[in-house]
C-alpha cells in the first residue's frame, strides 16, 4: 500500500508563508497525480492544486498567483509553498496521490492525515 504523511502546518501571520511537504512511502508502482485539498471548518473539502507526473498543474482561483505546488518524481515528495497567506487560507491540509502499489495491481486514491495552516495575527 501507499502511505501519505505531511509536515509544514503551522501558525502564520497574515501575509506570511508556508511550505508544506508530503512524502509518500510504501509499496509503490508508480504515483501520477499528486495534490493538496483543504478543509475549513463547517465546509466541504476542497482542491487547492495538483501535479502531475508530467508536471501540469491545476489550482484553485483562490490560490493562484500566492501558491505553487512542485514534485520530485525520484523521491515521490510533492510541495505546496504557500505565499501572501489569508486567514481565509486556514484549514486543515491534506496531501492527495493517484497511485498504484506493487500490489493489488489497481489505480487508488490516497490521503495524509492532515496538516494544520492558521492563518491570524
Known amino acids: 500500500q501507499v502511505q501519505l504523511v505531511e509536515s509544514g502546518g503551522g501558525l502564520v501571520q497574515p501575509g506570511g508563508s508556508l511550505r508544506l511537504s508530503c512524502a509518500a512511502s510504501g509499496s509503490i508502482f508508480m504515483i501520477n497525480a499528486m495534490g493538496w485539498y483543504r478543509q475549513a471548518p463547517g465546509k466541504q473539502r476542497e482542491l487547492v492544486a495538483v501535479?502531475?507526473?508530467?508536471?501540469?498543474?491545476n489550482y484553485a482561483d483562490s490560490v493562484k498567483g500566492r501558491f505553487t505546488i512542485s514534485r520530485d518524481n525520484a523521491k515521490n515528495i510533492v510541495y505546496l509553498q504557500m505565499s501572501s497567506l489569508k486567514p481565509e487560507d486556514t484549514a486543515v491540509y491534506y496531501c492527495y496521490a493517484r497511485a498504484r502499489p506493487t500490489t493489488p495491481i489497481r489505480w487508488d486514491d490516497y490521503w495524509g492525515q492532515g496538516t494544520q495552516v492558521t492563518v491570524s495575527s
Open positions: 501535479i502531475t507526473s508530467g508536471a501540469s498543474t
